[in-house]
């Protein structure tokens, strides 16, 4: 099959080492299979996977792939990609970011950014169209993210230049380092700050001039119409555009699963200190938005006065709230804005950083970490201050932040017996989501491809409301449709919120893809691309020794009763998560014993190759 739009038919290499730069044409039927954003970092990244990669070294390639319909200006088109092999598991990462900035390296031309080698200095790649050069950074050295990027854009020519940028973590490669842009938009998880940082790279600032390719402009606007339509008179799109994602803490603590204490409550006694309507009534001065999204979910606040007068961030999304609110025993709004924006400038990601911070405080409240292990500090449940400290010594790699700064694996290697009350999933820390009270959520987390997060699968809401008797083979399959509807959205460059949280038909995006391609394509077409890139990325992590034993949720889903709220009293039945974990790898078609998909599956799916290249690795094994 051959596109007649949608592509611009090009990835540029960088190879910072050498200093080379090269357009590389991609073949039509690459374009086609992997079909851009996820599809593109996941192939790219088994293409340049060698033997012994270091996720911190040259070799480890970070590829920026914004998608074919990203920049379109049909609703939420601002999402890009960003996959390596992730610092803080080892294994397949990837993060997706908003904003703009995917958009300009589609106007210059390009379908994506492969990047790999290590400056010799601190350095920024600057593309502007067919230009592109390697340029010294060394006056952005310790710079904060969001300052970084006010100075390139006002030195390369003002708001037409898009940049993202590593803070000081990034630098400092703390393996949960962000890539920021846009003022407030994170790829923010499995460390693709850190790769950044490794490579010398502080940041990359694009200006493009190019037109977007479109085959058949007006049937993408007769369906982009419709969805627009569709979203500016859904009745929740008030409410949506005033809190955004932190209507969902109300949420989550009235049905039961908002992480409180480090996960050991699911329900918290401060919720009303942390909701959206705290956020709205005392703090929030405009809305933001990526491109071309009429929901505009981001909350620009502000802190008037007290401790934390004149904080001001793009946020809190809900994440960010109930791991820095509940998660620490926090019921003090102008706080969560203070870490919003200190992980912002720092560079972390906020959920791994309140998630690493609830361990630290839990394990010292139990005797397991000393005063001296903790810098003298001597953190309790709401304390603010210690909060604070940590995010700075973790951003620095200095004291107990030299261990936190490794993330849950590091902070293993130092601490083996905190392993009971750390709480993620093959290195990468958990979501705001508890998966006690849901079997759904812990199957999400145990076989999600990047660790314990909630982007492929969240089915905890529908399973909560099926009731608790719901059969085992429906799980199995809610699980499973989220974990191939929610990569075709990062696959296409779209945000996938106007699906979740107003429903909109998920049929429309195949359309418009089928308008920009010129070649008719179904959801069910789709979804079958996106299934391929799901066994993909498997087959990158079991390549890198992942084997069923990983794909566990935290110990504490099935050891430590909830404590109050709800579903007080419970826990997640082992023996139930191993009969749905065998149903779920047989609807893979991957190996009950060893969960490494099967060489008909992977046949299947078109990738011979990856079969093959198995197949050799097990017969050595
Ligand atoms: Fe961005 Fe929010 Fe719109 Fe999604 S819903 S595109 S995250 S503003």
Request: hydrophobic share 35%; net charge negative.
């Amino acid at each position: 099959m051959k596109p007649r739009g949608g592509y611009q038919g090009y990835v540029l290499d960088v190879d910072l080492s050498s200093g080379r730069a090269t357009r590389r044409e991609v073949p039509d039927e690459f374009a086609m299979k992997y079909i851009g954003g996820r599809g593109y970092g996941a192939r790219i990244t088994w293409d340049s996977l060698v033997p012994g990669l270091d996720p911190l070294g040259p070799q480890n390639t970070l590829t920026i792939a914004p998608g074919p319909l990203n920049g379109l200006l049909i609703p939420s088109s601002g999402k890009t990609s960003f996959h390596c092999i992730s610092p803080a598991t080892g294994i397949y990462g990837d993060s997706n970011m908003g904003g703009s900035f995917g958009a300009e390296i589609r106007l210059a031309g390009l379908d994506g950014l492969s990047i790999r080698g290590r400056a010799d200095r601190l350095s920024y790649l600057w593309i502007d169209d067919d230009l592109v050069e390697i340029r010294d950074a060394g006056h952005l050295a310790g710079c904060g993210a969001t300052q970084t990027e006010r100075t390139l854009k006002d030195d390369l020519g003002g708001e037409d230049v898009r940049v993202a940028t590593v803070g000081p973590a990034g630098e400092n490669l703390v393996v949960f380092a962000t890539i920021n842009s846009d003022w407030g938009r994170n790829a923010g998880r499995t460390g693709m700050g850190a790769v950044m940082g490794s490579k010398n790279l502080k940041a990359i600032a694009v200006r493009g001039t190019n037109d977007l390719p479109v085959y058949d402009i007006e049937a993408l606007m007769e369906v982009s119409d419709r969805a627009f339509e569709y979203l500016r008179s859904h009745t929740s799109m008030d409410i949506w555009q005033r809190q955004g994602l932190m209507t969902v803490i109300d949420y989550a603590n009235t049905v039961g699963f908002l992480p409180t204490r480090n996960f050991g409550d699911a329900f918290f006694e401060g919720a009303e200190g942390i909701n959206g309507d705290v956020m709205e009534s005392g703090y929030k001065i405009s809305d933001s938005a990526c491109l071309a999204c009429p929901m505009c979910c981001g909350n620009v606040c502000l802190v008037k006065e007290g401790r934390w007068a004149g904080t001001a961030c793009e946020g809190p999304e809900y994440e960010t709230a109930a791991m820095f609110g509940s998660n620490l025993g926090v019921d003090d709004f102008p706080f969560i804005l203070k870490a919003n924006q200190l992980c912002d400038e720092l560079g972390i990601d906020t959920i791994s950083t309140g998630n690493l911070i609830g361990v630290v405080i839990e394990a010292y409240q139990r005797g397991w970490l000393s005063p001296d292990d903790m810098d003298g500090m001597k953190p309790d449940w709401g304390d603010q201050d210690s909060a604070v400290r940590l995010m700075e010594l973790i951003a620095r790699g200095d004291g107990i932040g030299k261990y936190l700064a490794r993330g849950s694996r590091g902070l293993l290697e130092k601490w083996p017996e905190l392993a009971r009350i750390t709480v993620q999933v093959k290195g990468l820390e958990q979501s705001a989501y508890d998966s006690r009270v849901s079997l759904c959520m812990a199957l999400a987390y145990g076989t999600c491809d990047i660790g314990a997060h909630h982007t492929r699968a969240w089915p905890i809401s529908k399973e909560l409301e099926m009731g608790q008797e719901w059969g085992l083979e429906e799980k199995v399959d809610l699980v499973m449709y989220h974990q191939a509807v929610r990569p075709v959205f990062d696959m296409l460059g779209v945000c996938r919120l106007p699906w979740i949280e107003l429903s909109i038909d998920e049929n429309l995006y195949a359309e418009m893809y089928s308008a920009v391609v010129g070649i008719p394509f179904t959801l069910d077409d789709l979804l079958k691309r996106s299934k391929v890139i799901y066994d993909l990325t498997r087959a990158i992590s079991v390549k890198l020794g992942v084997r069923r034993d990983q794909d566990y949720p935290a110990p504490r889903t099935f050891k430590d009763p909830v404590q109050s709220g709800p579903f007080e009293g419970k826990t997640a039945d082992p023996e139930e998560y191993e009969a749905i974990l065998n149903m779920y790898y047989e609807r893979r078609g991957w190996d009950r014993k060893t969960g490494i998909p099967r060489r008909e599956t992977l046949i299947s799916d078109g990738l011979e190759d990856v079969a093959a290249d198995l197949e050799a690795l097990l017969e050595g094994e």
